[in-house]
């Protein structure tokens, strides 16, 4: 059983990692595009992009799976077509469609969080980076990046956390082979094994605890300096 713990917890936390960072990467471009360019179009599409938090798991896990088989089937006759090969389904099936779902689901999380610490810093800064010659990209590294850390932080873990404990679209979508704690202990409490279905659990509860201590004495420490 521990064996079978260590895997489980190794797949939950590589797959809530890497979903972390490219949330987290792919909210700050999209925040800090909609505050250069303060155009409606932009800030629409991030509206967009955040609404995928409103809809449930396993909805999002079929409306991935249209898409991407459409995808699959066109590349695989183009391989075909062009190198006489037969990959058969490179999206469908695989950590890249998990990983999408959840961005679809996810990122309003990491949007928001970002967003709000972005409205924290003010415009004269970035005024001052770009007087100073540097461009978009550069003030983005060096100005608000540095002050978006503790946000981008808090958004990466309350990501990471959702990821860990969200159970319809990684059911439908995960990889053969590939379970996670929360899958694990859906499937021993569906057999009523519940004793075995309580270490996976608690792994659960425990890497969200974490988290929120966090975020908390984040908070505490904010409210009194």
């Known amino acids: 059983m521990v064996p079978r713990v260590v895997t489980l917890i190794a797949n939950s936390f590589t797959i809530a990692a890497l979903t972390a960072l490219i949330a987290v990467a792919a909210a700050l471009v999209m925040a800090y595009a909609a505050r250069l360019t303060r155009s409606p179009l932009v800030s629409g599409a991030n509206r967009l992009a955040g609404l995928g938090y409103a809809v449930p798991g396993a909805v999002i896990a079929v409306g991935v799976l249209v ?22 389904l490179l999206l469908t099936g695989t ?9 679809v689901r996810l990122l309003a999380i990491a949007l928001q969080t970002t967003e709000a610490g972005l409205a924290k810093i003010t415009p004269s800064m970035e005024d001052a980076a770009r007087s100073l010659g540097a ?46 704690l929360a899958v694990e202990a859906y499937n021993l409490a569906k057999d009523e094994r519940l004793a075995e279905a309580a270490l996976p659990s608690l792994a659960i509860v425990v890497a969200g605890l974490l988290p929120v201590i966090y975020v908390s004495r984040r908070y505490f420490q904010a409210t009194r300096s």
């Open 67 to 88: 898409p991407l088989g459409r995808l699959d089937n066109a590349l695989a006759g183009w391989l075909e077509e062009t190198f006489l090969v037969q990959p058969g």
């Open 95 to 103: 950590i890249t469609a998990l990983v999408y779902a959840y961005l």
């Open 135 to 180: 461009t978009p990209a550069g003030a983005l590294a060096r100005v608000h990046i540095p002050l978006l850390a503790p946000s981008l932080a808090t958004a990466a873990l309350l990501v990471f956390v959702d990821v860990l404990k969200e159970l319809p679209a990684t059911f439908a979508l995960r990889p053969f082979n590939f379970d996670t």
